[in-house]
């Protein structure tokens, strides 16, 4: 039997999640994209299959600001995901790591958001 790689091992835990994570109107998802170079967030409405407002450290108002592959750049982008969900009307949200341990880059993100005013 061949091994999983760490991509897929990651995915299988995502979709574990998922089966309990779902956004709603009232709630949406904060959904962690993290690569070795980059993190993103999204928040999304899964009732209506769009997304809200979404961040990266790979956009053009970041990369030139921030590096994306450390902790302090995802408070960055963890403060300004908050700010244009808030700017959209939306104060609560369920986070969703993506499969990703809560740790690192993804805490500092989660952190971020929540000190910048997103309930979760």
């Known amino acids: 039997m061949p091994q999983m790689t760490k991509d897929e091992r990651r995915q299988k835990r995502h979709k574990r999640a998922r089966k309990k994570i779902s956004g709603t109107a009232e709630r949406p998802r904060l959904a962690v994209f993290r690569s ?4 993103l967030a999204q928040v999304i409405n899964d009732e209506q299959s769009n997304t809200i407002c979404a961040v990266g450290s790979a956009s053009k108002d970041f990369k030139a600001k921030i590096k994306g592959h450390d902790v302090a750049g995802a408070e960055v982008i963890g403060k300004a995901i908050a ?4 700017a959209n009307g939306v104060e609560k949200v369920v986070f969703d790591c993506g499969g990703n341990l809560y740790h690192g880059r993804v805490k500092a ?3 971020a958001a929540r000190k910048a005013g997103l309930d979760f």
Do not use: W
Request: proline share 0%; net charge positive; hydrophobic share 35%.
């Open 109 to 111: 993100l989660a952190e």
């Open 83 to 86: 700010e244009k969900a808030k």
């Open 36 to 39: 070795n170079k980059h993190i």
